[in-house]
């Protein structure tokens, strides 16, 4: 009756020994570290930059702990924060010196103590939130109205720009608040415009207005095309901002959206906010320029370029030589879209571009066909050849960019191209700065009130049930080891609202055992065996214990739903933890009690508190 079969105590066993494994690395602890990785997307780490890196270390004779070659780039420990900033300057000044192009970047990292196998398998510790680590948050709001300005703009140009080509007599083009206006003097010529902007100008409706010789017809954004370009500047800032941020080194950067105009910065373990604020609102461009094909191609960075030309880097780490004056900027780009070559079946990035790029870039096409052309990004004092190719025919309005390796080469590529600059200006709205030292005392708070509460709720159950309050106790300890194990596992960062979860959790997944224990006692006091009241408690609590945790589920999932941020974080470990509550509180309890229990022929006594069953002895 009180006996599990073997698979399912093989379930629990497993089940302990993963949340044991999982929940390790967090004890380790972490030790500074200094991050180098190559500034090209194309460039990985390899030996050669480890060993340079080391030696750049013992010639200054800075002592390391450790030197590890990852994914992101080379790793080097450190014993303490002051050997770490002095290894950062260090490195930097090495590999990136003055007056040439920076190639790396020199970030500093923190990086788990945990053994190798363990991040082999996935084991890695939590991270931690801003709160608990320290670093700074902004408050950022995007311009809409400058976003919405810049397409009506560039929409206005495009508009003379085709019914010129179209050979569509008009009489002008202007702007009226958010539409565009163009004046006819004639019905035929206003109606062979209709059809040709109704055609390529899908997110604006047409309506035509006037009479004789004074027609006009307005263009006027869609509502669902108000909705689009805003999402659109909103999603190109954060991205922007997240290739911004990789240079300072924050660990786990969050950059996420708030409200319909508003953006979230949290970059824990920064505590530069003035470096911080630069490098977040930097303006980065975009350039085309031809490749210089009148003198020999570089063989090295270093080479010195030819009068009027400059060495650049392409993203696979060659350089090439290109003119200084550029044909196009970025602020003719109107979009990028990564898609397949129709003719070659190969990965491919669309450009399109606004009518005074489309008109520049047609006349220089056709006057260097068989020459390269170079789409560089510059920002600050680095600049990258993000595509050299061929000129093979006359462009256009929108052209292709062909030749890449991969589909997400392709996709990379077009983020890039839209991502280069910031698609609307941004304001500070929020700043502050969160210590080191306020993080650390943070972290022992939130651990300290979570093992009181943890301690006082043991005395409580061990005293008033007894075996059974000890095997709760037990069971509890079991869903801390769960829960900080699922949140380990899922890589979740760790806040303080996210210890108040842990620590509201210890207090709520007791609920279940008591539950159980008092149903057990209920059947003991109605004259039930011993044996069969631990079956029926189990059994008859589980509806309600379910029916409990669904509700608090259903709020957590609202939390998570209809909040944001700090919320989140609260709900996210609060669902997680009801789970685990419920899988110590039925599953691993039990499984106690019937290792106790279950194998006995014959109950004589429940250690369960004030009620103690005893079989009465037979009179002879």
Do not use: C
């Not at 303006?283 to 030309?309: C, F, K, M, N």
């Not at 049930?465 to 079991?478: K, Q």
């Amino acid at each position: 009756m009180n006996r599990f079969p073997l698979w399912k105590n093989a379930v629990i066993v497993i089940a302990l020994l993963l949340g044991m494994l999982y929940t390790l690395p967090n004890f380790f602890g972490q030790s500074p570290a200094v991050q180098v990785s190559p500034l090209s997307s194309q460039a990985k780490p390899d030996a050669a930059l480890r060993a340079q890196v080391a030696a750049a270390l013992l010639a200054a004779k800075v002592p390391a702990v450790g030197t590890s070659l990852e994914a992101e780039g080379v790793r080097v420990r450190f014993a303490d924060t002051d050997t770490q900033l002095k290894a950062r300057d260090l490195l930097d000044k090495a590999l990136n010196p003055e007056g040439a192009q920076p190639a790396f970047v020199v970030a500093l990292n923190l990086v788990s103590n945990a053994p190798a196998w363990m991040e082999s398998i996935g084991a890695l510790p939590m991270y931690l939130g801003l709160d608990l680590s320290g670093g700074v948050h902004f408050l950022l709001q995007v311009d809409m109205k400058a976003a919405l300005n810049k397409r009506i703009e560039g929409t206005l140009t495009e508009v003379r720009s085709q019914l010129r080509d179209a050979r569509v007599f008009y009489a002008g083009v202007s702007r009226d608040g958010n539409r565009v206006v163009v004046r006819f003097s004639e019905a035929a010529q206003r109606e062979a415009a209709s059809k040709l902007l109704e055609r390529n100008f899908p997110d604006f409706a047409l309506r035509a207005d006037g009479s004789g010789t004074d027609l006009t017809l307005a263009l006027s954004l869609r509502p669902e095309a108000y909705k689009t370009i805003q999402d659109a500047a909103l999603k190109q800032n954060i991205l922007t901002l997240r290739n911004r941020v990789n240079e300072l080194g924050a660990k786990e950067p969050i950059i996420q959206q708030q409200g319909d105009d508003r953006i979230i910065v949290q970059l824990p373990g920064v505590q530069d906010t003035a470096k911080a604020k630069d490098i977040i609102g930097r303006t980065a461009s975009l350039e085309i320029r031809l490749v210089d094909e009148d003198h020999p191609g570089p063989t090295s960075p270093t080479d010195t370029p030819p009068l009027g030309a400059d060495l650049v880097m392409e993203r696979n780490g060659y350089p090439v030589f290109v003119h200084k004056q550029a044909v196009l900027t970025g602020e003719v780009i109107t979009d990028a879209s990564a898609g397949f070559d129709s003719q070659s079946g190969r990965p491919s990035v669309n450009i399109s571009m606004d009518a005074k790029g489309a008109r520049v870039i047609k006349q220089v096409s056709r006057e260097n066909l068989k020459k390269r052309m170079a789409i560089l990004l510059i920002e600050k004092t680095r600049t990258e050849a993000i595509s050299v190719a061929t000129i093979q025919d006359e462009l256009g309005a929108r052209f292709q960019i062909t030749g890449l390796a991969s589909p997400k080469e392709a996709s990379d590529l077009a983020l890039l191209l839209r991502a280069g600059a910031l698609a609307a200006p941004m304001e500070f709205l929020e700043e502050r700065t969160v210590g080191p030292s306020l993080g650390a005392e943070n972290i022992a708070r939130g651990f300290h009130s979570t093992w009181i509460g943890f301690a006082a709720i043991s005395v409580f159950m061990a005293v008033y049930y007894m075996l059974f309050g000890t095997i709760s106790v037990v069971a509890l300890a079991t869903n801390v080891l769960f829960l900080v194990g699922l949140l380990s596992l899922l890589q979740a960062t760790l806040t303080l609202p996210g210890m108040a979860g842990i620590a509201l959790t210890v207090g709520m997944a007791i609920d279940a055992n008591v539950l159980i224990n008092e149903r057990i006692r209920e059947e003991l006091r109605g004259g039930n065996s011993p044996a069969a009241s631990i079956h029926a408690g189990y059994d008859r609590a589980f509806a309600t214990i379910l029916d409990s945790n669904v509700t608090t589920g259903i709020a957590g999932i609202a939390l998570f739903t209809f909040g944001s941020g700090p919320v989140k974080g609260f709900a996210v470990v609060l669902v997680l933890g009801i789970l685990t509550s419920m899988f110590s509180a039925v599953l691993v309890s039990r499984a106690l009690v019937n290792l106790i229990y279950g194998r006995r022929r014959k109950i004589e006594a429940l250690s369960i508190g004030n009620v103690n069953w005893r079989e009465e002895p037979h009179s002879h």
